[in-house]
């Protein structure tokens, strides 16, 4: 055989072999890499945890295990039961409150329209049972008030703004049986269960100029929200007029 040739075929069985080898190499490492691939799935933490691993060498991650809140002692904790007995008591005790409240309000109340006045115990002021029960503008509430005659006295006359303010109870409404004619206040009422015919209510206090001249109002008192304001002394639109004196004199 001639020697070029035996040569060539001898180079081609080689290269045949080899690109075999090459072949087989490949597709083993296909396989191989499937499989990893198929463990790391298989595996808690999956190939995050394997790469977390070899992120630092020399310096592993330790593995942090999931944090479970600890269950609160049930002992420390009052059962439905107790829970719903306890709001139960409590509403019960709220409701018996405000009713006692409301009878001790209205027993007041109908002694004071009963005797015709109410005396303040804290300031020992004499108040009128109810307002002059119409319109009237500041004048006719000053004279309203000066002419009055009741429970034997004459020396009534028309409270001042700040006294007003003191008989002023904004702790609640708690409206007594209704009365025709009678406009309760929706908020702020007065004390002692005083009846009130209107929401505002003269006083005698004049309310001067920036330069402390008269300028011709007056204040007066707005019971349901519980403050005080001014307007002139012709106006009479749901103004009234309460009356007082000093008890003792």
């Known amino acids: ?143 309203y008030c000066r002419d009055l005659r009741l429970a034997g006295y004459p020396n009534w006359r028309l409270a001042t703004i700040d006294e007003l303010q003191g008989i002023y109870d904004g702790s609640g409404f708690a409206a007594p049986p209704p009365r025709k004619g009678i406009v309760w206040a929706l908020a702020g009422r007065p004390k002692g269960g005083l009846f009130l015919t209107g929401n505002h209510h003269w006083s005698s206090s004049k309310a001067n100029d920036d330069r402390g001249h008269p300028s011709g109002y007056a204040w007066y008192f707005d019971f349901p929200h519980g403050t005080r304001n001014w307007d002139p002394f012709g106006y009479h639109g749901n103004k009234r007029a309460l009356c007082v004196r000093v008890s003792g004199e």
């Open 1 to 143: 055989m001639d020697r070029s040739k035996v040569l060539n075929w001898s180079y081609s069985w080689a290269m045949h072999d080899f690109r075999k080898s090459i072949l087989l190499a490949f597709v083993a490492a296909i396989f191989f890499a499937a499989a990893i691939a198929s463990r790391a799935q298989t595996q808690p933490g999956g190939s995050a945890t394997v790469a977390n691993a070899q992120s630092s060498k020399g310096s592993p991650t330790p593995a942090v295990a999931p944090q479970v809140r600890p269950a609160f002692p049930q002992g420390l904790l009052p059962a439905p039961q107790e829970q719903d007995a306890a709001s139960r008591e409590k509403a019960e005790a709220d409701k018996a409150r405000r009713e006692a409240q409301v009878q001790e309000e209205q027993r007041l109340a109908q002694e004071t329209q009963a005797r015709g006045y109410w005396v303040d115990p804290a300031t020992k002021l004499m108040w009128t049972a109810k307002d002059n029960g119409g319109d009237v503008t500041w004048r006719q509430a000053t004279k």
